[in-house]
């Protein structure tokens, strides 16, 4: 096993590193301090996930590859929460709602640490967050979690606490394509039911059942399948954007090219997935284009209204989410 950083770049007064974890099996993961990132997962050299030209490209423009993206990941509708009788107001800069916390965990730089042991290679990541900063209340402090093994488990913890009620909802936004296109990957996802969006990519119907519908991958399809169907879900997203409520079962979700599979287990009640729908090869992401990767970012589901109590979080209560992908 192995860990490794080298320092690429500076921002705001402060160093940006690339990060390197490596098992004795070859596998290698490089992880961004800028934004918590999760780079590049290298199996046999080739990159199983959606990645930038260089790590110098992710802090020049936000572009959501790999990073740990808060407080709140999903849309909150009107950027308003509401509790009691109290109205929380968050930046609105999805339309009229939030979106992506804002200027967001993504796009701060983490503090960091790594440990290597004959069992694991891990780095930690340290950010603080205070009080009022994209308008949500409570002074909190974050710290992100990979850890890659030798049977190429790649794991992901998010722990977090803040000192005043707020609300949090993160996730790693990772689009993984396991060296090909999402068109060309088989998805199964333990869901039986998923939530339909309106144009403003909020849900609005509540759960629907999969079954019999363009959704259903719980034996595992084709992406392709959903993303060629004339579904009105669909043709609305330009693709899949869509949360799907997990059923306990796990693995959550499985992902197969025809080489690699890649094997998700996660303690999130739900996964968004988003099928890299407005890439167009412009932009930092010039290497990117539509459909070309699918984001499996677990969280809770955005709400339909702005009383969000199941990501409310009481004072010092802890929050930890936990995701692991197994590469083969």
Known sequence: ???????????????????????????????????ATLEKVLLDGEDM?????????????????????GRICGRVRLGQWKHGNQIYQLPQNDGENHIHGGIGTDMKIWNFKLKNSEQESRVDLFLFDPDGDNGYPGNMKLHATYKLDNENNLSYKLEAVSDQLTIFNPANHTYFNLGERATDLKLQLAADYYLPVGTDGLPNQGMKNVENTVFDFRQGKKI????????????LRNGLDHPFILNGMQPAAV????????IMTTNAPAIVTYTAN????????????????ITLEAQYPPAEGIELGEITLLPFEKFERKINWNFS
Do not use: W
């Not at 320092?7 to 290698?28: A, F, H, P, T, V």
């Not at 392709?224 to 043709?235: C, P, V």
């Not at 407005?278 to 990767?293: E, K």
């Open 49 to 69: 996930i959606l990645s930038l030209n260089s790590p110098e490209d992710y802090s020049k423009e936000r572009n959501f590859l790999g990073g740990t993206v």
């Open 1 to 35: 096993m192995k860990t490794s950083f080298r320092k690429y770049s500076r921002k705001n007064g402060q160093d940006l590193c690339e990060i390197s974890l490596e098992n004795n099996q070859g596998m290698k993961v490089k992880i961004l301090n800028y934004g």
């Open 224 to 235: 392709s399948a959903a993303l060629d169907s004339d579904d009105s879900q669909i043709n």
């Open 278 to 293: 407005h890439f167009n090869h412009t932009g930092v992401a010039n290497n990117i284009g539509q459909y070309d990767g």
């Open 255 to 262: 992902l197969s090219s025809n080489k690699h599979k890649m």
